[in-house]
Every structure is written in structure tokens, then in C-alpha cells.
């Protein structure tokens, strides 16, 4: 029986702080089964693409002798790659990194909670290698590996702990284990292994499916009761030739709360609600606008006049609210593009 996610990341906790004792050892010569590799990226810390996350990992070798790797993942930190590589201790290059002291833990909230590129760096010791130098096993199945070794000092784990012991705590106190909204019989998204308390899904120019149903799955010692509110919102729009914006940190408007239908696990969102109409916008000036947009671009004071003219109101999009006891534990925003 698999060690759940927040246990994961207590583990790694532990593991983070140790000296690199496993880089050396001696490895088996039998040949490593998909168990076996899974078991050794479980609950370890991880860098894919430009962040990093503790995995929770499940492994299949096909016929073809190909490896194939399923992980719930939880991001932590971006990685900023400073310069490299450079040799280090056995010839190896390794990157310099760094990790914004600023950055909120959980960074991004955009990322990715599953993964399946066999393409990671696996933390050993203080070394981040790919799976292939990573795995401890003579004989292993044909699965492409990552190039990119980092070496991390005591201090940056140390963070990286940190931020591992705030993200269990905050993992363990939700109380579901997904919440998965759907078109009809197509998953549109989910939101699993998460520690924020708010996921944004964009949708593609053109999508025009029309959500049905919100499923939550409770975890098995959560007895309480769900509920789902489903709101429309409304942020300014300004539809140039060329990029369009969205004044999304500006003032928005935002419907009543209309509460969903339960029907076993699954809440039902009736057509009427799912295309709700624009709700009323707030008042604003001219120059208001004008600094918006000008604030979106990171340039002080007022925008040209000509450029507020073709800014109106839009629909941006849904806020599904999910509570438990009464109490917000999942805002799940589904944006609608404003144009090409």
C-alpha cells in the first residue's frame, strides 16, 4: 500500500538534509523492474523543466522494453539556472542554480500536478541527476533521459525543506482528493495533490464545451459534507489590433453564488447557470482605465486616450467554489479567451 502524498513530503524532510551518501553506492547487476524504479522515485524530490516538485510515482515497462513513468507531483520552487556547467567533484557538469529567497513556496500555480517525461533530475545526496545516472541498477529498461545535472548546497535544501514540510501540512488538511469537472463524459481538468487554495484553468480559443458536473472525491476519513457554488465573472477587456488584454488585476464583477446541485459525488450545473449572463460591472472613470492599462504594462501614469476606446467589459469566466463545512477549500476559475 502506497504512503499517502503528505507523508511523501514528511519523508522528504529527512531526506533533504542528508550528505550525499548514495551517489557511490555500488549498483545491483540484476535488472531493474518498473516496481523498483517506481519505489526509488517515490516520494523524492524531482526538477522537471524549470521547477522543482516531490514525486509520487508509478512505473510500467511495455513489451518493447520501453519504460513509461505516471507521477502525481506537487511544485515547490522555480528554478533559476544561473550559469553552467561547470566541473565538479568526479568531472561531472553540474548547473548553478538558484531559488528566489522571495518566491512563495508552491510556485507556480499553474504548474502541472501530474507528469509522465522520464526526462527528470532526481535527487541523490545534494546532486540532481537523470534517471539514468540516478537509478541504482546496472540493467535498465530504454527510456530517454535528462542532460542536466544540478548541485545543490546545504542551505538551498535546507529551503527546499522548508518549503516541503508548509506544502504537507497544507496537502494534508485538504479534504479531497480531486475535484474533476467535466463536459458531459470528457474530463475537462482535475485538481489533485494540491496545496493552493485557488487553480485557474485558461481555456483554447474556440473551446466551446459546456461544463456539466463538478466530481469531487473525499478523502476516506473526511465525513463531512461538500458543496459547490458555481459565479460568473466579469473583468475589462481592450481589443487591439494585434494582442488584446485582459485587465484581470483590475476591477471585476463577479454574479450571485448559485449553489449546484448534489447528486451522489457528482454536482450538476444546469444549462441556465452554466451560461450565465455578464454580471453588472463597477463604475469607473476615464483616467481609471487609462492607469489600468497602463499599470498592465508596468508604465506609469495614463495610457492614451485612443487606447481606453475599444476597452469594454467581458465575461472572463466561471468560479466554481467548493466548500467543505462550510468553509472555501477549492476556487476553481475557468477562464474564457477574449479573442485571437
Known amino acids: 500500500m502506497k504512503m499517502p502524498m ?47 516538485y516531490v514525486a509520487d510515482a508509478n512505473a510500467h515497462i511495455d513489451a518493447a522494453g520501453e519504460l513509461a513513468l505516471d507521477m502525481a507531483v506537487i511544485p515547490l520552487y522555480e528554478v533559476a539556472f544561473v550559469q553552467g556547467p561547470y566541473a565538479a567533484d568526479g568531472g561531472v557538469a553540474y548547473y548553478d542554480i538558484n531559488i528566489n529567497p522571495k518566491a512563495e513556496c508552491g510556485f507556480p500555480a499553474l504548474a502541472p500536478t501530474t507528469l509522465s517525461d522520464t526526462g527528470i533530475s532526481v535527487l541523490v545526496g545534494q546532486q540532481f541527476l537523470n534517471l539514468h545516472e540516478a537509478l ?44 474533476e469537472l467535466f463536459a458531459g463524459q470528457e474530463r475537462l481538468m482535475a485538481v489533485e495533490h494540491t496545496a493552493n487554495l485557488q487553480t485557474t484553468y485558461e481555456r483554447e ?13 473525499a478523502k476516506p476519513t473526511m ?56 454580471p453588472p460591472f463597477p463604475s469607473y472613470t476615464a483616467t481609471e482605465l487609462r492607469q489600468a492599462i497602463n499599470h498592465y504594462w508596468g508604465l506609469p501614469g495614463l495610457a492614451p486616450a485612443e ?31 477574449g479573442g485571437c
Request: proline content about 5%; hydrophobic content about 45%; overall charge neutral.
Open 223 to 278: 465525513t463531512g459534507q461538500f458543496s459547490v457554488e458555481l459565479e460568473s465573472y466579469a473583468v475589462m477587456h481592450c481589443d487591439y489590433e494585434g494582442p488584446h488584454i485582459e485587465l484581470d488585476a483590475w476591477k471585476q464583477s463577479r454574479s450571485s453564488a448559485v449553489p449546484l446541485k448534489r447528486q451522489g459525488t457528482d454536482f450538476h450545473v444546469d444549462l441556465n447557470t452554466a451560461l450565465m449572463e455578464m
Open 136 to 179: 541504482p541498477f546496472a540493467q535498465l529498461p530504454k527510456f530517454t533521459a535528462s542532460s542536466r545535472p544540478l548541485l545543490l548546497n546545504k542551505q538551498q535544501l535546507a529551503h527546499l525543506a522548508a518549503c516541503g514540510k508548509d506544502t504537507a501540512a497544507k496537502v494534508a488538511a485538504m479534504p479531497f482528493v480531486a475535484i
Open 6 to 52: 503528505c507523508l511523501l513530503l514528511m519523508a522528504l524532510l529527512f531526506a533533504a538534509v542528508q550528505t550525499n551518501v548514495l551517489a557511490n553506492e555500488p549498483k545491483s547487476t540484476a535488472p531493474a523492474t518498473a516496481e523498483q524504479i517506481a519505489a526509488f522515485i517515490e516520494g523524492k524530490l524531482i526538477v522537471h523543466g524549470a521547477i522543482f
Open 307 to 337: 487606447q481606453a476606446q475599444t476597452c469594454a467589459p467581458m465575461t472572463r469566466g466561471l468560479r466554481f467554489i467548493v466548500k467543505y463545512q462550510h468553509q472555501v477549500v477549492q476556487e476553481i476559475i475557468i477562464n474564457t479567451p
Open 205 to 217: 480559443l474556440g473551446d466551446e464545451r459546456v461544463i456539466s458536473h463538478v466530481r469531487i472525491s
